[in-house]
C-alpha cells in the first residue's frame, strides 16, 4: 500500500525537484532523466515513506544521491558540488545484487534499447564505437543508453521484490512470481551451477 503513495508526492515535488537540479546541470534532458531516478528510487524504498517526518528533505536526499551517480557515471566526480558528496553505496550494493540477473533483463527491453545497452554496459564498448557499428549518432546513442537504463530500472520493479537492511541498503531480491523469464533463467543457472559442482566432485 505504501507504494501507492508516490505518485502523488512525487508529483507535489516534481518541478521543485527538477530547479534543482538544473542548478546543477545545464541540461534539461539529463536533469529530467536525473528526476525520473528519483521517483523509481522512491518506489526503491516506498515502505519507508509512511512513516518519514519531513518528506521534503527525504526527497532531496535521494536526489542529491542521483546526481552523485550521475557525476560518477560521467566521470566528473571530482567536480561534484559539496552538496551531493555525501552518499551510501546503496546503488553499488543494488547493482552486485543484480548482476546475474541483468543479461536476461535487458533481453526484455525493445531491442532498439537493449543491444545499445548491452554493448555498453555488459560488454564496455565505447559508445562512439557503438554509434558506428549502429548506424546512430553519438548523441543518439547516449540518449538509448540512458532510457534503457531508465527502463531496467523500472523493470526491475516490476520483477523482483527488494529487501533492505535497517541503512536502506539493498541487501537482497527475490523474482516476482510473474516475470517468467527471469524465474526461468534462475532456474537454468542454479541448474547449471549444480551440474559444475557434481562434475568437479
Known amino acids: 500500500m505504501a507504494c501507492t503513495l508516490v505518485a502523488p508526492v512525487f508529483q507535489q515535488y516534481e518541478k521543485e525537484l527538477l530547479r534543482f537540479v538544473r ?8 536533469s529530467e532523466e536525473i528526476v525520473n531516478r528519483v521517483m523509481m528510487k522512491m518506489y526503491q524504498h516506498c515502505e519507508k515513506l509512511p512513516a518519514v517526518r519531513n518528506t521534503r528533505a527525504w ?16 566521470s566528473r566526480r571530482q567536480s561534484l558540488p559539496e552538496e551531493v ?6 546503488d553499488d550494493n543494488l547493482f552486485n545484487l543484480l548482476e546475474p540477473l541483468l543479461p536476461p533483463m535487458i533481453q526484455m527491453l525493445p531491442p532498439a534499447y537493449a543491444q545499445p545497452l548491452q554493448m555498453s554496459d ?4 565505447p559508445q562512439k564505437e557503438i554509434a558506428k557499428r549502429l548506424g546512430l549518432s553519438l ?3 547516449k540518449s538509448r543508453v540512458q532510457r534503457a537504463r531508465a527502463k531496467l530500472r523500472a523493470l526491475f520493479f516490476e520483477c523482483c521484490y527488494l529487501e533492505l537492511d535497517r541503512r536502506g541498503v539493498p541487501v537482497q531480491f527475490a523474482v516476482k512470481p510473474h516475470c517468467t523469464p527471469l524465474l526461468a533463467y534462475q532456474a537454468q543457472s542454479e541448474m547449471t551451477t549444480s551440474s559444475n559442482h557434481s562434475g568437479s566432485c
Open 139 to 141: 548523441s543518439g546513442v
Open 23 to 30: 542548478k546543477h546541470l545545464n541540461d534539461a534532458g539529463e
Open 85 to 90: 558528496k555525501s552518499v551510501s553505496s546503496a
Open 59 to 74: 526527497l532531496y536526499q535521494i536526489t542529491r544521491h542521483a546526481l552523485y551517480d550521475y557525476f560518477k557515471e560521467n
Open 122 to 125: 555488459l560488454e564496455g564498448i
